[in-house]
């Protein structure tokens, strides 16, 4: 579904006349904050305090029971004060709550307003990953301890969901700019890919309820605390994903060796994580960076492809070079 500007305009004036729901202040205003899978709004007192962010979520992407099980789990992290997370809010309808825009039913949550800003990609950035580390070994903990409540479903992000012509995110063949040349390279680590997650498997010790999007964007810093926002795609998946999806669009940064070393220091410091999880992070990098170039092709209008969508392709194929190349250098290819 293409979020026009007119259409993000009219789901605002709607949540503006839907704010008693929540019981804010009279004369609060709702601001547009970023256009992505979902739409994301604040709102605001008469006097411009943050009070809500409200998430309007992308029609036929999940179903109301994932959305509820997402929640779900928020409220377990909580509960455990295992990490930082904004409280879900709920109005006189409950957690959700349901609008119609242009025939087109949309589900609204509501979230506390939760303060900071997103980490500093700067000299403080690897300190940052160290703590990140740490915050994804609990969340992983908990994670692996916590009892799914009876009716929890969320999306299962394996090889077929996230890089078949049937993937939750498309057919990343689409991608713009992808020649035969290149099709072909991505091919051919998707091949490496299959043949090194065979031998890695599936055990409850490496796969389980992960985050799957702890990008920079959804992390908030206010002094020495790191707020995690954004659960919209946890699901069941390999826990060392979620360090792929922090370094998601800066795949080919320099600094990524550095902020994985960082990032494996901090987790280790509360969970273990082996030297064969730690072999196979390149491999999750390559399965998220297919993913995002399969997501972006179908996102032009978003906010995320305005930043990154210029040469993301290009620089796809320049990784899937690189792991072929490692690949044959290890003696897997």
């Not at 904004?86 to 087109?104: C, D, F, H, M």
């Not at 170039?293 to 320049?318: C, F, I, M």
Request: charged share 25%.
């Amino acid at each position: 579904m293409l979020y026009t500007e007119s259409l993000v305009e009219t789901i605002r004036q709607q949540l503006q006349e839907r704010l008693a729901c929540w019981s804010l202040p009279e004369g609060s205003q709702v601001e547009l904050l970023t256009v992505s899978e979902n739409i994301t709004y604040r709102a605001v007192s008469p006097g411009g305090e943050p009070l809500l962010v409200l998430r309007l979520h992308r029609p036929d992407y999940h179903t109301r029971a994932e959305i509820e099980s997402e929640l779900c789990w928020i409220e377990g992290l909580r509960a455990s004060q295992a990490v930082h997370t904004p409280a879900v809010v709920p109005g006189e309808s409950g957690t959700l709550l349901e609008i119609a825009v242009q025939g087109q039913p949309f589900w609204v949550v509501a979230f506390e307003y939760a303060p900071g800003q997103e980490p500093d990609v700067g000299e403080s950035l690897p300190g940052w990953f160290e703590k990140l580390g740490r915050v994804t070994a609990t969340l992983h903990q908990h994670s692996r301890e916590w009892i799914r409540p009876e009716g929890f479903v969320r999306k299962e992000w394996n090889l077929h969901t996230m890089l078949s012509s049937e993937a939750h995110w498309g057919d990343w063949r689409e991608a713009e700019g992808l020649d035969r040349q290149g099709e072909h390279l991505i091919a051919r680590a998707i091949d490496s890919i299959h043949l090194r997650i065979a031998g890695y498997g599936q055990g409850a010790e490496r796969f389980g309820l992960v985050h799957a999007d702890l990008r920079l964007a959804n992390l908030l810093v206010s002094g020495e605390r790191l707020t995690v926002i954004d659960f919209d795609d946890c699901g069941i998946s390999w826990f060392g994903y979620d360090f792929a999806t922090a370094i998601s669009f800066v795949e080919l940064d320099r600094s990524i060796p550095a902020l994985q070393q960082a990032w494996m220091k901090g987790y280790r410091s509360c969970a273990p994580f082996s030297d064969e999880d730690e072999a196979m992070l390149d491999t999750f990098v390559m399965i998220r960076r297919i993913m995002l170039t399969a997501w972006l092709a179908k996102h032009s209008e978003s906010d995320t492809y305005r930043l990154y969508g210029d040469g993301y392709t290009a620089g796809t194929v320049e990784l899937a070079q690189r792991y072929l190349n490692a690949e044959q250098e290890r003696g897997d290819v």
